[in-house]
């Protein structure tokens, strides 16, 4: 399973970005999907994850800014971050998980900064 993250940059506080990712090397949907980041001295921390039946779990940092999606027959998950703010300023890393786990794979990393 190898996973490709797109998306990342540089955005103003208040600003919105769009990341995606792609699962390939897999013959079905993998159970879950998501995005985890981690910031610069902290540990990763999961940001959203949703399985191939649609169910969707947030960090509370979330705060309802962002919205995960998914594609089963695409093998892609999305995450649309709105209202970004500089605490989000971390590597996103999007992972997948076989049943029961949320993980397992990574992708390699994209960068989001928050700054004005």
């Known amino acids: 399973v190898q996973l490709q993250a797109f998306g990342g940059g540089l955005v103003q506080p208040g600003g919105s970005l769009t990341l995606s990712c792609k699962a390939t090397?897999?013959?079905?949907?993998?159970?879950?999907m998501g995005w985890y980041r981690q910031a610069p001295g902290k540990q990763r921390e999961k940001v959203a994850t949703v399985t191939s039946g649609g169910t969707t779990n947030y960090a509370d940092s979330a705060d309802d800014r962002f919205t995960i999606s998914r594609n089963n027959a695409k093998n892609t998950v999305d995450l649309q971050m709105t209202n970004l703010k500089p605490e989000d300023t971390a590597v996103y890393y999007c992972?997948?998980?076989?049943?029961?786990?949320?993980?397992?794979?990574w992708g390699q990393g994209t960068q989001v900064t928050v700054s004005s």
């Open positions: 992972s997948a998980g076989a049943w029961p786990r949320h993980t397992g794979y």
């Open positions: 090397g897999i013959t079905s949907p993998m159970y879950s």
